[in-house]
Nanobody
């Protein structure tokens, strides 16, 4: 049984920082591309950042995340992270962990990030 379990979402003030975590189980984590997505108020899921399984590959970021967010992965812990800095109210969303290997795709249950004063 595949599980992706996110944590770390909370209420934070504008300009603040958060680190999201996603622990995967039931998959051979190291060979999966992993990503963070957010869900907009209109229920559209948008990619925030990707980290790829290929050795030496570089992460890819959405324009809104580049320079403020950092995605990383620890294959020894089956975990990916999203370090979020200089958070803005428009970053408020449910953030989802995503795993992909070819046509195999899995989603976590989401974690709420709210940026508000």
């Amino acid at each position: 049984q595949v599980q992706l379990v996110e944590s770390g979402g909370e209420l934070v003030q504008p300009g603040g920082s958060l680190t999201l975590s996603c622990v995967a189980s039931g998959i051979r984590f190291s060979i999966y591309d992993m990503a963070w997505y957010l869900q907009t108020p209109t229920n559209e899921r948008k990619a925030v950042a990707y980290t790829f399984s290929a050795s030496g590959s570089r992460p890819v970021y959405a324009d809104s995340a580049r320079g403020r967010f950092t995605i990383s992965r620890d294959n020894t812990k089956n975990t990916i992270y999203l370090q979020m800095n200089n958070l803005k109210p428009e970053d408020t969303a449910v953030y989802y962990c995503y795993a992909r290997l070819g046509e195999d795709q899995y989603w976590g249950q989401g974690t709420q990030v709210t940026v508000s004063s």
